[in-house]
């Protein structure tokens, strides 16, 4: 069994805390990577690669880290196992598996070929998931850290193999097999994995720290030896404060929608629909049962702008088929409605209100209160209503609702939990620092993260 998943702390940030301010989102479908060509060889023999990483989609091959035109690799296999490539060799791969979407997993790749046996382990949230020596025999060469062409999310032997994910403190270490407590630590409360500071390490010649934190170089090496990637096709809107120390809420493939479930993108911020007729949906990756909530959805096509329903809803099926029940939230037909309902659906006779192309919608949910507002272009269209007078809130069985996106038609939306895949003009934070948003955070309402999770949720 898997240590405790790091899903970011459980409680606001101790003193002298080590906090990780940023990650980097990969997005498959626009094929992003990072690439560098050492300039001479390090040791062959013995090196180590760290990385956090968080996943947006399974039962995908992904490469997390590659060396070499005919590549060696860190690999996602697409039946969710994680294992290595070795060129000429064959892959070699875990027996379980790693399928959380919604949470942070520290990987440690670690070889040393002048060992007698085991000479490459790979470690999961600091504990051993997976030990081998086929593949690398006694004090083998490999073809990591060699003056060739390496690759953080890519492989350029299987052109489709990009990263979709997130990833965190990427390191590498040339002519040392560390173990992972030289990268992080279990909480002592907790017991959760969590990351320490690597600034300290020896990182050799040909070593190099990814931190993330310059967004106008997001291939920058802080490790001091000036090993910096070339980076392709991310900009500085892919830098995001989603963190091992601080996970954001995301949408997510676990929880399908009734008919169908809609494409994400974007690290699991953008969603689209394809055809009409059918409610498709997707829902969040984090569940309240209190407190106030914010979160902006921005729509992304001309076509299909209405019937959208979004909000809030529980990520539990119940027995009926319309992705419209299940929800506290707003729909964008030519009613513009607000909808409350669990196994059947009231709402409100006003129209409150369309919405256009590129236009951001806001929706903050008072759990405590019982009312949900929501806003256009930053203007209140329903300021504290009470939800409660149109239908039955859609708590599941464990009293919690997660945000909950729903469309019938063709077209796309962005949702921005405080991690916008796209550009914000204004940047707007919640009362606690958190979040990038558009629009100002009503006063007392948070972006869904684990931190404001631990305070209050």
């Known amino acids: 069994m898997l240590p405790t998943i790091a899903t970011g702390n459980v409680g606001s940030a101790l003193a002298g805390e080590f906090e990780v301010a940023n990650s980097l989102r990969f997005d498959d479908g626009s094929s992003d990577y990072l690439s560098k060509t050492f300039a001479s060889a390090g040791n062959r023999k013995t090196w180590t ?3 956090w990483v968080k996943r ?8 997390l880290f590659s060396a070499g035109t005919s590549s060696s690799h860190l690999r996602i296999y697409d039946d969710d196992k994680i294992g290595i490539g070795i060129s000429g060799t064959g892959n070699f791969k875990s027996s379980g598996v790693i399928r959380d979407t919604s949470g942070w997993y520290h990987i440690v790749y670690k070889v040393d070929t002048t060992l007698a046996s085991n000479r490459v382990t790979l470690y999961i949230n600091g504990s ?50 560390l173990d992972p407590t030289s990268f992080g630590e279990f909480d002592e409360d907790t017991g959760i994995w969590k990351p320490i500071d690597v600034s300290g390490l020896t990182f050799g010649t040909n070593g190099f720290y990814l931190d993330f934190e310059n967004s106008g170089s997001l291939g920058a090496d802080v490790s001091g030896n000036g090993n910096n990637f070339t980076v392709n096709n991310l900009t500085s809107i892919d830098q995001s404060t989603d963190t091992c120390t601080n996970n954001f809420c995301t949408l997510q493939t676990l929880r399908p929608g009734v008919e169908g479930t809609l494409t994400l993108s974007d690290g699991n911020l953008s969603a689209t629909k394809t055809g009409t007729g059918t409610w498709f949906a997707s829902y969040g990756s984090m569940g309240v049962s209190q407190g106030k909530w914010y979160y902006e959805i921005k729509f992304t096509s001309a076509t299909g702008i209405t019937e959208w329903v979004v909000g809030w809803g529980a990520t539990e099926i119940f027995s009926y088929a319309n992705e419209t029940r299940n929800i506290v939230g707003y729909t964008t037909g030519s009613d513009g409605e607000v909808y409350t309902g669990k196994t059947s659906t009231g709402s409100t006779s006003a129209n409150y209100g369309s919405f256009s192309n590129g236009d951001i919608m806001g929706i903050a949910l008072n759990l405590d209160d019982e009312q949900i507002s929501i806003y256009k272009n930053g203007t209140a269209l329903v300021t ?27 077209g796309s939306v962005s949702v921005n939990f405080g991690n916008p895949p796209y550009s914000i003009s204004s940047g707007n934070s919640d009362g606690n620092g958190y979040g990038n948003f558009e629009y100002s955070v009503p006063s007392g309402y948070y972006a869904l993260n684990t931190k404001n999770l631990a305070e209050f949720g």
């Open 49 to 51: 690669w760290s990385g």
């Open 56 to 63: 947006a989609t399974l039962s995908t091959n992904y490469i």
């Open 128 to 177: 051993v998931f997976f030990q081998t020596d086929a593949g690398y025999s006694l004090n083998a060469d490999t073809t990591f850290n060699n003056n060739i062409q390496h690759y953080v999310g890519h492989d350029t032997e299987e052109s489709s193999w990009f990263f979709d994910g997130y990833l965190a403190e990427v390191c590498f270490i040339d002519g040392q097999a």
């Open 384 to 410: 504290d209503f009470d939800y409660t007078t149109v239908g039955t809130v859609p708590y599941d069985t464990n009293g919690y609702v997660t945000p909950k996106v729903a469309h019938k038609n063709t």
